[in-house]
């Protein structure tokens, strides 16, 4: 590994920085930044805009009219050597006559996956891999996901009492009627979240109990750009009613109601789903589970078939107890509010996994949100499952 000198730490930084600027419109790509510097001078930048057009390297270069002799170029991601919707950066990179070409992380995309670093290195290029690898691994760690597994990033949500409580199970609530655990700043906090990830998710036990829209709702000028990521709902058996906000909160933008396969030919279940689809919902049935209900690993993989890298499972209990049961969940934020009621809802329910081997939580971070805590943190360790 090189020792990183003080500019390409910071130059790299500039890069991941780039990069952010396009997050949510680069799909399915990931997002990449470039940066070209000579004699310790930035010459030009660039940033993957959208899939299809110039990947940050082309777009640093064009600047330049694609030459930059004796230059360093700085990339979050490695070049790609393929042909796509656009041809290999690669290519367009040695003709540039740039000197050396420092690289945060390698792809994991199959046709690229060390290749593209290999080819550079095979021209006579110098490449040095590995220039704050951790946090451009992180930057595109839902595509990472969805390109080897072919699932996307699961993040369990919860808004939580202290005593571990996200709802009340004895109040016989009318639909809709919410009773919010946080303040306003944590709720605006979620709405951020949600907008971060490209599906959000809850059962039907939420969508009956909470009437929920789903949507993400920020103030303007935010609003005007606000991503509308897809709006699922798990529901084996196809309870969700009609008349349920969820199915009317985004025109143009349908929800996606995920159903199981029937073991046998359901009258009723077909009723309720043409029912479901007049109401301008699209309803999908994938394979059961043992218990009759949406199998996950079935779910996951639909979802990525439809270019989902990252998934918001907002619950409730018995959807968390699904996903933490099946080792499905790769991150967590957890909503703490300074509040204890002695009972309620906890936030899993369900078989859970072994005591003696539950999955562990990496390093967590820490925020304020008014009187609020969120918690934020990585899965490291997906635990073992119960034996039955």
Known sequence: MPAWSKDDLRFMREALDLAERGRGSTKPNPVVGAVLVKNGKVLSHGFHRRAGLPHAEIEALAKLDMRAPGATLYVTLEPCCHHGRTGPCTEAILRSHVQRVVVGCCDENPLVSGRGIAALRRAGLRVDAGCLK???????????????????????????????????????????????????????????????HDAVLVGVGTVCADNPRMTVRLPPPASASTPKPLRVVLDSHLRTPPAAAILRASPGCPALIVAATPAKADRGMEIRRRRLKAAGAEVVLVAADRQGHVALRALLRLLAGRDVQSLLVEGGSRIHGAFVSAGLVDSVAVFLAPRLVGSGVPIVEGRGLDWRKPAVLGPFSLCGLGTDILLTADVVNRGQRRRR
């Open 134 to 196: 951790e946090e451009c691994q992180r930057q595109n760690r839902a595509f990472f996901t969805w390109i080897r597994g072919k699932r996307p990033w699961v993040t369990m949500k919860v808004a939580t009492t202290l005593d571990g409580c996200i709802g009340d199970r004895l109040e016989k609530r009318r639909r809709g009627a919410m009773r919010w655990i946080t303040g306003t700043p944590a709720r605006a906090a979620a709405h951020l979240l949600r907008a971060d």
